[in-house]
């Protein structure tokens, strides 16, 4: 995968795997995290949605996503929550009650 190479590379002594104390996802999360506190600030918010899609633009599956995500809420990065628009009186006219 794309991105995890990317991340992979910036600390060459780390061994990754079952028998390593070291979480790649949790690297990742430590490496991006700032990236993503811009990005909120330029978007005014960063949603789950957004985050599970910058991922997947670099490649990543949903385990390694899921991971970082969960690393991340620990570091203190809150994701926002995207609320649905009110419907206005035309839409809730248009819906049939069954």
Same mark, same amino acid.
Do not use: A, F, I, V
């Given at each position: 995968m794309k991105y995890l190479k990317k991340y992979g590379s910036f600390n060459e002594s780390t061994k990754y795997g079952p028998n390593n104390t070291t979480d790649i996802s949790e690297d990742i999360a430590e490496n991006i995290i700032d990236k993503l506190v811009q990005v909120r600030k330029e978007k005014g918010k960063f949603t789950v949605e957004d985050f599970i899609e910058y991922?997947?633009?670099?490649?990543? $599956? $949903?385990?390694t996503t899921d991971s970082v995500m969960h690393y991340l809420v620990n570091k203190g990065f809150d994701f926002d929550v995207e609320t649905e628009e009110p419907l206005t009186d035309e839409e809730i006219s248009q819906i049939e009650v069954k």
């Open positions: 991922m997947k633009e670099r490649g990543s $599956d $949903d385990k």
